[in-house]
Nanobody, 125 residues
Framework: VQLQASGGGSVQAGGSLRLSCAASGRTGSRFYMGWFRQAPGKEREFVAAINWNSRHTYYGDSVKGRFTISRDNAKITVYLQMNSLKPKDTAVYYC???????????????????WGQGTLVTVSS
């Protein structure tokens, strides 16, 4: 499975960005997709995840109410709409996917089999 993320860039605080991540290869019919981020000098942080039919979404505490994850299975693409961005949201954002992950492991980076290349989001004050 290959994941290609796009949509990063620079924005001022309070602004919005939308990240996209397209999956290709042997993705299977049911798999979680999500996002992690890593700021300079910090560990990777869980941002959001969504199950295969979009009925269940999960968010990290720091982004709840500001970010929205969604997916389009026809395009095998996951999106992350980021609103009310803050300077502390500055990080490299990574797309992830896994078909066998347990819900209890969604917040753990090492639990995901597939990672995208990352896209940089910079929020200035």
């Amino acid at each position: 499975v290959q994941l290609q993320a796009s949509g990063g860039g620079s924005v001022q605080a309070g602004g919005s960005l939308r990240l996209s991540c397209a999956a290709s290869g042997r993705t299977g019919s049911r798999f979680y997709m999500g996002w992690f981020r890593q700021a300079p000098g910090k560990e990777r942080e869980f941002v959001a995840a969504i199950n295969w039919n979009s009925r269940h979404t999960y968010y990290g505490d720091s982004v709840k109410g500001r970010f929205t994850i969604s997916r389009d299975n026809a395009k095998i693409t996951v999106y992350l709409q980021m609103n009310s961005l803050k300077p502390k949201d500055t990080a490299v954002y990574y797309c992830v996917a896994d078909s066998t992950i347990m819900v209890s492991s969604l917040y753990t980076p090492s639990a995901y089999d597939y990672w995208g290349q990352g896209t940089l989001v910079t929020v200035s004050s």
